[in-house]
């Protein structure tokens, strides 16, 4: 099989790059290693900055959004019993985000890609990269225990944090930057109203915790764990106490409980991996970065990616142009860092780390002080989370 991208991956950041060439003429194949339906079983993201919404609006795949998405124009940062609002609409010229689930912006991308001649093969095994410092780079690959060849121009590394595209660039030319938090998040999904209609950032003394939604009747909520904490150890009604006392008194008193729909437990860390292009490939999305979930801008930094990438391979394919694809990763990486400072600091506010003590206790308390009463602060942290400027 030949085409003119091999994307391997079939996550948000492969599935928008392959839409976005499709639209434009351009051949693209998404080799994606699980099934259909375990790509959907994956609960993820849930607040989709303006570069999200707006690649599904261009698609012409937003109608299922528009109809169920929540517009959000503000959330809460909660310390004890204090809560601090930043109206993100009043602060960024009524910017907004949108509150709509990874599972469902997945979804509709899949569900529109037979009819636009996307071909995504799933369940490939063994997928294996060939050539990338050459001109004509393939891929190999195990389909229902045969083995297939993708022959493309380029290959595009969507294939998230574990993929075998990062591992590809030689040592020599990658350089890795990391900081692995000492704490997870344990995330309970339930059909449920939100015990309320922003979402919920709050530091306990316990820990953290986050209070969000994917509708108004059903809630997604998270608290900070130990990194070696078992899901087994937190039944149901463990997590609602505990969601009740940490969210604090008012809107932990308006928590509805309900059986969990899916109960897991998520490392955090930061990455990032430079460069995001290595000759004839090209890294998107987690496959080249991660970023703590406090500040919801994993997904995004993959939509970022992907609409710098398509228009660089829009412009090479249609016009023979090189500039776009020369500097993409300078480009995708100026926007990376950004976000990962953001989320950085945002989980080093909401957090309890167990080694900071007093002192870092005390910086936090300070910057809360500090957010609290001041407008600089909150439109600085509000035109950060509905996302910076492509
Ligand atoms: P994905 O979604 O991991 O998709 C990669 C795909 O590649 C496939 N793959 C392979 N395919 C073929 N061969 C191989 N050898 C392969 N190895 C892997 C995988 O099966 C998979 O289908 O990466 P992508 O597309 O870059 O998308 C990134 C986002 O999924 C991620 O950044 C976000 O989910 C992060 N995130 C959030 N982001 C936001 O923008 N807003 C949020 O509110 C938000 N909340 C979250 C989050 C991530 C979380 N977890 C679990 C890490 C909340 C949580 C709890
Ligand atoms: C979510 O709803 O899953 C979610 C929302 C905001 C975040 C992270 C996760 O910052």
Request: net charge negative; with cysteine; hydrophobic share 15%.
């Given at each position: 099989m030949k085409t003119d991208v091999a994307i391997i991956g079939g996550g948000p950041a492969g599935l928008m790059l392959g839409h976005l060439l499709r639209q434009q003429g351009i051949d693209a194949v998404i080799v994606e290693r699980q099934s259909a339906d375990y790509v959907l079983g994956r609960i993820r993201a849930g607040v989709l900055e303006k570069v999200t919404v707006d690649i599904l609006k261009d698609l012409d795949l937003a109608d299922r959004m528009n109809k169920e998405g929540l517009p959000h124009d503000g959330f809460f940062l909660a310390d004890g019993e204090r809560l601090i609002h930043i109206d993100i609409a009043e602060l960024t010229c009524g910017s907004q985000v949108m509150v709509y689930g990874q599972t469902e912006v997945t979804r509709d991308l899949m569900d529109a890609a037979d009819s636009r001649g996307l071909e995504i093969v799933y369940e490939a095994k063994d997928v294996a990269i060939h050539?990338?410092?050459?001109?004509a780079p393939y891929l190999t690959y195990l389909k229902d225990g045969v083995e297939q060849r993708l022959d493309a121009r380029f290959i595009a590394g969507?294939?998230?944090?574990?993929?075998?595209s990062r591992k590809a660039i030689p040592d020599s030319v990658g350089k890795v930057y990391e900081r692995v938090y000492p704490f997870g998040w344990l995330g309970i999904l339930a059909d449920v109203p939100p015990c309320n209609d922003e979402l919920i950032y709050a530091n306990h003394s316990n820990g953290f915790a986050l209070a969000s939604m994917r509708s108004n009747t059903r809630s997604r909520y998270y608290i900070q764990v130990p990194l070696?904490?078992?899901?087994?150890?937190?039944?149901d009604e463990r997590l609602w106490d505990e969601l009740a006392v940490r969210l604090g008194p008012e809107a932990g008193s308006r928590i509805t409980r309900g059986p969990a729909l899916e109960k897991s437990i998520a490392p955090l860390r930061s990455f990032v991996f430079e460069p995001m292009r290595y000759k004839s490939l090209f890294l998107a999305g987690d496959a080249a970065h991660i970023v703590p979930p406090t500040g919801a801008k994993g997904l995004n930094l993959a939509s970022s990616d992907v609409a710098y990438l398509s228009r660089a391979l829009i412009s090479y394919f249609k016009?023979?142009?090189?500039d776009g694809i020369d500097t993409y990763s300078q480009t995708a990486l100026a926007r990376v860092w950004k976000s990962e400072r953001f989320s950085w600091s945002l989980t080093t506010l909401m957090h309890r780390f167990p080694d900071d003590g007093d002192f870092g206790r005390r910086m936090q308390v300070a910057e809360l002080d500090y957010i609290a009463s001041s407008e600089a602060a909150k439109k600085s942290i509000a035109e950060n989370y509905v996302g910076l400027p492509l």
């Open positions: 050539d990338v410092d050459s001109d969507c294939d998230g944090f574990h993929g075998p070696d904490e078992k899901v087994e150890e937190w039944p016009e023979g142009k090189s």
